[in-house]
């Protein structure tokens, strides 16, 4: 169902292409390739598969609690290790790890759990603060998963990341209103 969206919904669509161009820029901006990159909530596995074009050697392991979401990744790029795991189960070490649209249906808490558990050297997530786009999402995320829906404002990321001893970095997605990119890569 995501990925229908994600390929027919024009803003959606629009969105996924600034979230690919967002990651990219963070991963030329380290100071050097990453051996290892987790990402966390993977879904269908684009993120992964285009990391894994460009990063032909590098250990990529995707994972999300959906199977369906892991069946259809492992289908579509079987070079990149997928997973159905939840995240509290993750103990492995990564240089970095990736997520999209988890804090939306994740505590922030528990992301920054296993951001401390697994220590990567750097990490990008994307956020959304209240916004009509937030609300829609919103609506969505509750109508096809059920979940509760998670927003902060970025200065209350950055606070809650700093509570934790974390000093991050954030960064508008300038095309949907209300996203924006958590960064750590120093």
């Keep these: 169902m995501y990925e229908c969206a994600f390929r027919t919904i024009p803003p959606l669509c629009v969105w996924r ?14 100071p050097s390739p990453p051996l290892s990159v987790i990402d966390i909530c ?3 596995g ?6 894994k074009r460009v990063y032909p050697n590098i250990k990529i392991v995707g994972i999300d609690k959906s199977k369906s979401m892991i069946e259809f990744a492992s289908t579509y790029c079987s070079s990149t290790e997928f997973r159905c795991e939840d995240i509290s189960s993750l103990t492995d070490n ?10 939306t249906t994740i505590p922030i808490e528990d992301v920054i759990d296993v951001i401390e558990r697994i220590t990567p050297s750097y990490f990008i997530l994307v956020g959304y603060k209240k916004s009509i786009w937030s609300f ?11 979940k509760k829906y998670f927003t902060h404002r970025p200065s209350e990321t950055i606070e809650i990341f700093a509570s934790r001893g974390i000093k991050v970095k954030v960064r508008s997605i300038d095309v949907i209103e209300g996203s924006y990119a958590i960064y750590k890569n120093e």
């Design 94 to 103: 990564f240089d970095v790890l990736i997520m999209g649209g988890g804090l």
């Design 17 to 30: 292409k600034e979230w690919e161009k967002e990651v990219h820029r963070f991963l030329i901006s380290l």
């Design 42 to 44: 993977c879904g269908t």
């Design 136 to 146: 829609s999402h919103k609506i969505f995320t509750r109508v096809i998963t059920g």
């Design 46 to 51: 684009f993120l992964s598969t285009l990391i």
